[in-house]
């Protein structure tokens, strides 16, 4: 099991950025496949993007294709959303989890496990 504790979160006008990061703690981190999902207040929690272990393979929600880049940086255990040209409709808590089918292109919600515990992004209009 690997605990994951997500920061970088915060308000941001339409038009801005921001980089989140999720931390995790667990030596077999650098194997696994991840993933960042986000959820809206009353919506069902929807896929991001998510990457392979080694960060040779992406995969992204067609709504922040373009704008936002995943990344991981295995010496540091940590995974990486760089959020661009933020608009009003990505405001949500974004969480990121393990791929648990290891392809690092897994987009269900059921397919994921070890939950961090989410981060706030605002987009103010």
């Known amino acids: 099991q690997v605990q994951l504790v997500e920061s970088g979160g915060g308000l941001v006008q339409a038009g801005g950025s921001l980089r989140l990061s999720c931390a995790a703690s667990?030596?077999?981190?650098?194997?696994?496949?991840m993933g960042w999902f986000r959820q809206a207040p009353g919506k069902e929690r929807e896929f991001v993007a998510s990457?392979?272990?080694?960060?040779?393979?992406?995969n992204y929600a067609e709504s922040v294709k373009g704008r936002f880049i995943i990344s991981r940086d295995n010496a540091k255990k940590t995974v990486y959303l760089q959020m661009n040209s933020l608009k009003p409709e990505d405001t949500a808590v974004y969480y990121c989890?393990?791929?648990?089918?290891?392809?690092?292109?897994?987009?269900?919600?059921?397919?994921?496990?070890?939950w961090g515990q989410g981060t706030q992004v605002t987009v103010s209009s």
């Open positions: 990457i392979s272990w080694n960060g040779a393979g992406t």
């Open positions: 667990g030596r077999t981190f650098s194997s696994y496949a």
């Open positions: 989890a393990v791929d648990t089918t290891g392809r690092g292109t897994a987009v269900l919600r059921s397919q994921y496990r070890d």
